[in-house]
């Protein structure tokens, strides 16, 4: 089954303590994304990858850092969390970051993070 | 400034009767324009897209959509919303030059069925 896989769901940490959310996905595709969610806000774009070894900070990069050193995995790194980062987090992907009719994304379920 | 606006946060619609959700938006040049739908727990779904051609465009669960370039709106309709429908629904835009990255998000608006 196509799909974008995010662990974990959900997680609790203290401030300061490095952790990091998987994102994988078995499609091919070429672009990956990562959002936080937050009430009011909308979805808000942390970074994205063109393809591998490729990333570009988005509209909320700050405290965050990406990797993709594969092209099926994104993960999502807080060096040093605090509590406004505690939010809703997706990882989505897409076939191409290009022009292209068929690019619409393709959302993970989720990872609930709260940081105290 | 490119955005997009769902100006209804939430609204409460009978089971049966029909639903309009609201978007605008404000961009450079006519945007892809997407619909998304977020059930409980879930991440998002993709409703339907508008790229060109047939200004009314038709989604999955019966959903559609009309893109309005004089009014810079995307509408959301369904003629009799099932119980099953309660969800949160974000309207989504995106450039023509870069595909599905630059994604734009509305806030959202939450959408309740009344039994």
């Known amino acids: 089954e196509a799909q974008v896989t995010q662990n974990p769901r959900y997680l609790i940490t203290v401030t300061g303590k490095k952790l990091t959310v998987t994102c994988s996905q078995n499609?091919?595709?070429?672009?990956m994304s990562w959002y936080r969610q937050d009430p009011g806000l909308g979805l808000r774009q942390i970074y994205y990858?063109?393809?591998?070894?490729?990333?570009d900070k988005g509209d909320v990069p700050e405290g965050y850092k990406v990797s993709r050193k594969e092209k099926r995995n994104f993960p999502l790194i807080l060096e040093s969390p605090s509590p406004n980062q505690t939010s809703l987090y997706f990882c989505?992907?897409?076939?191409?970051?290009?022009?292209?009719?068929?690019?619409?994304?393709?959302f993970g379920n989720g990872t609930r993070l709260t940081v105290t | 400034a490119q955005s997009v606006t769902q100006p209804d946060i939430h609204i409460t619609v009978s089971e049966g009767a029909s639903l309009e959700l609201r978007c605008n938006y404000s961009?450079?040049?006519?945007?892809?324009l997407f619909w998304y739908v977020q059930s409980p727990g879930q991440g998002l779904q993709l409703l339907l897209k508008?790229?060109?051609?047939?200004?009314l465009v038709q989604g999955i669960k019966g959903f559609e959509a009309e893109f309005k370039r004089s009014q810079s709106s995307f509408n959301l309709r369904k003629p009799s919303v099932h119980w099953s429908d309660a969800a949160e629904y974000f309207c989504?835009?995106?450039?023509?030059?870069?595909?599905?990255?630059?994604?734009?998000f509305g806030a959202g608006t939450r959408l309740f069925v009344k039994a």
């Open positions: 990858s063109m393809n591998v070894e490729v990333t």
């Open positions: 989505a992907s897409s076939l191409t970051g290009t022009s292209s009719y068929n690019s619409p994304l393709h």
């Open positions: 989504a835009v995106g450039p023509r030059n870069t595909g599905g990255f630059k994604t734009i």
């Open positions: 508008y790229f060109s051609g047939d200004t």
């Open positions: 961009y450079g040049a006519t945007p892809y």
């Open positions: 499609m091919n595709h070429e672009y």
